[in-house]
């Protein structure tokens, strides 16, 4: 197949969306489809053509975190686009890039299958910072039911929760596909990695080897919900000295988390990481010893599967979104409040037997989020989003003039 995928964000700009489209990229090259990305220009205001397969488009700066916004209908690349003589487009974004994926759908007649990536009714409140929330969220209701259920050919989503909320809440009568992201698991395994150097960044990060290390991956905005970690993290810390929490990210809070920190007086048990790299985050896991999120704002949340292929038990609050991946008191726990919380993480401290088979248990279970077994179950899709369309058969002449030939035949029998 010839798959065209439109997406808002792409590296060098780096979130789990953009994460996950590399990882189905590359999964799908590697079972010989050709994959072409269509993007916004994070580096300028232009466009930048010079790879073959990733087509970038000028993108304006909205002020939320890096995001562009892109025109939905860039006239330069329309001719450029038809030659690719595309078979299914899939798209990740509702809005700009998004928008353009729909209009091309439509202009040539391909296929149109589109992902739901974001809960955006979650994440109002850090955009408008609390006002004007009660407008906000029903026009986004209307907006995502009019992408999602009226504009593409098939619907996917990472997890039962945004299922429900497609079903339940915005009532779409059409079939949605349950497919969670995948990750390249191979990328966290502690195998993977050189002895030597996760020490030397243990010693830059000032955390010692019999430290009980906390790990947190990911943005750090007011939907994240970081601070009832740090919150959290107090009595810990004053009562177990050697408890650490490594936060790794960066974001709009950087500072009033920091600030936190200083005023709880745990500036040497909360360590601040900032921003990494995608292609060197991985050895940031090798530091930790369980994962933990209090999110409810996440469609999936990768960072938790990540967490599993490094080897870590994971901690999150109770939430649909880690249903696909939590199976409770065996690969992690599930906590509805501080205390329980405080009850969960003192448990592994105190239990380290325990500790080193629910360790076994996250590596053996990220294994049903490889980046193979995503593709595959797109792949699912997109043929159904195709049809009985023979996407490898070129609509010769000769090929249309032998279906009228072998229909008459059919009809005279």
């Not at 979650?122 to 504009?151: Q, R």
């Not at 007011?222 to 810390?237: C, R, S």
């Not at 936190?260 to 500036?267: N, P, T």
Request: proline letters at 3%.
């Amino acid at each position: 197949m010839r798959i065209g995928m439109f997406t808002d964000t792409y590296p060098p700009f780096i979130n789990g969306v953009s994460t996950s489209i590399v990882v189905l990229k590359k999964a799908l090259e590697k079972k010989g489809h050709e994959v072409f990305i269509v993007t916004v220009n994070n580096e300028k205001i232009g466009y930048d053509l010079s790879d073959k397969k990733i087509i970038r488009i000028p993108g304006i700066p909205v002020g939320i975190y890096d995001y562009r916004l892109s025109g939905i209908y860039p006239i330069k690349v329309i001719k450029k686009i038809k030659k690719l003589n595309l078979d299914v487009i899939h798209s990740h974004t509702e809005f700009g890039v998004g928008t353009f994926a729909r209009l091309i759908s439509k202009q040539y007649d391909i296929p149109l299958v589109h992902t739901y990536h974001t809960m955006y009714e979650d994440y109002i409140s850090s955009v408008t910072k609390g006002y004007l929330d009660w407008p906000s969220k029903p026009i986004i209701a209307e907006l995502t039911k009019f992408y999602c259920d009226k504009t593409s050919s098939e619907l996917i989503v990472p997890t039962k929760k945004t299922y429900d909320l497609f079903k339940k809440k915005y009532k779409v009568d059409r079939d949605v596909h349950i497919i969670p992201s995948g990750i390249e698991i191979e990328k966290y395994f502690r195998e993977n990695y050189n002895k030597e150097d996760i020490e030397a960044l243990r010693k830059k990060m000032g955390i010692n080897k019999e430290d009980f290390v906390i790990l947190y991956v990911g943005r750090l905005g007011q939907e994240k919900n970081v601070e009832f970690l740090i919150d959290a993290h107090v009595a810990l810390a004053r009562q177990y000295h050697n408890c650490k929490l490594l936060i790794i990210g960066d974001g709009p809070l950087m500072e009033k988390l920091q600030k936190k920190v200083r005023c709880y007086r745990i500036e040497e048990s909360v360590i601040f990481g900032g921003k990494v790299p995608y292609e060197e985050v991985g050895i940031y896991y090798q530091l930790a010893s369980v994962f933990a999120t209090a999110s409810t704002a996440e469609t999936q949340g990768l960072t938790v599967i990540e967490a599993l292929a490094a080897s870590l038990p994971i901690i999150v609050i109770n939430d649909e979104s880690y249903e696909s991946a939590v199976e409770n008191e065996y690969n992690g726990f599930v906590f509805k409040n501080k205390r329980e919380y405080h009850k969960r993480i003192k448990f592994l401290m105190q239990n380290p037997d325990i500790l080193k088979i629910m360790k076994v248990n996250a590596r053996n279970s990220s294994f049903k989020h490889s980046a193979d077994y995503y593709a595959d179950r797109v792949l699912e899709v997109y043929k159904i989003a195709v049809g009985d369309r023979k996407v490898n058969e070129k609509k010769t002449y000769f090929s249309r003039l032998k279906k009228v030939v072998s229909d008459s035949w059919k009809i005279k029998k």
